[in-house]
């Protein structure tokens, strides 16, 4: 059974900072890893998509890296601000069912 | 193009009562999933369709039925609630395999 775990629960960061979210996995058979944001109270936004075959992904101030054999993935994000205070979650699609699986998400806070 | 939608936004229960959740998509998506979200936990996928016509179940089905009433409409039923199916639950569409995109969800509490 995937097991997915994102440490820590929770980061706060002043502003400017440059951070790393980390996720990591126990079955490397993945179709997809994706990142996904989470406002309070809202539901989920979509950050990066990383196929099995890919090691990285960046949008704008975002980069996700995958590492399929050691099970894990990292979201990077530089020059943090305010705005980009919510919950990141990672979710991983198995390769050979639908059955996605999430991690519980850190809980972000950039400080001014 | 309003994405994923979701109906109700909040919703209270007494146990035992039944209620339909209903979600559509106007992206044309071929695969449509629901979720549950507990507080300190992530999202637990309840069932999905790949496709109109068909539904398979997720990590947490029991207590559940869906519908995938045509390519743009996925409902989730709870026939008989319990205070454990207390929860936000989510609804998402994607093209196949690719990006999921997520409805804003409904707040539902059982009494």
């Known amino acids: 059974k995937q097991e997915v775990t994102q440490i820590p629960a929770a980061l706060s960061v002043p502003e400017g900072e440059n951070l790393v979210l980390n996720c990591s996995f126990t079955d490397s058979a993945i179709y997809n890893l994706q990142w996904f944001r989470q406002d309070p109270g809202k539901g989920l936004t979509s950050l990066l998509l990383?196929?099995?075959?890919?090691r990285e992904q960046t949008s704008g101030r975002l980069n996700a890296s995958l590492d399929k054999s050691s099970g894990r993935s990292t979201l990077y994000i530089a020059a943090s601000q305010p705005g980009d205070s919510a919950t990141y979650l990672c979710?991983?699609?198995?390769?050979?069912?639908?059955?996605?699986?999430f991690g519980a998400g850190t809980r972000l806070t950039v400080k001014p | 193009n309003a994405g994923v939608t979701q109906t109700p936004k909040f919703q209270v229960l007494k146990t035992g009562q039944s209620m339909t959740l209903q979600c559509a998509q106007d992206?044309?998506?071929?695969?449509m999933y629901w979720y549950r979200q507990d507080p300190g936990m992530g999202l637990r996928l309840i069932y999905y369709s790949a496709s109109e016509g068909t539904t398979d179940k997720g990590e947490v089905p029991n207590g559940y039925n869906v519908s995938r009433l045509n390519k743009r409409e996925f409902s989730l039923r709870l026939e008989s609630a319990a205070p454990s199916q207390t929860s936000v639950y989510f609804c998402?569409?994607?093209?196949?395999?690719?990006?999921?995109?997520f409805g804003p969800g409904t707040r539902l509490t059982v009494l």
């Open positions: 979710a991983v699609r198995p390769y050979n069912n639908n059955d996605m699986r």
């Open positions: 992206m044309n998506h071929n695969s």
């Open positions: 998402a569409s994607s093209e196949g395999r690719s990006t999921q995109y």
């Open positions: 990383i196929q099995s075959s890919q």
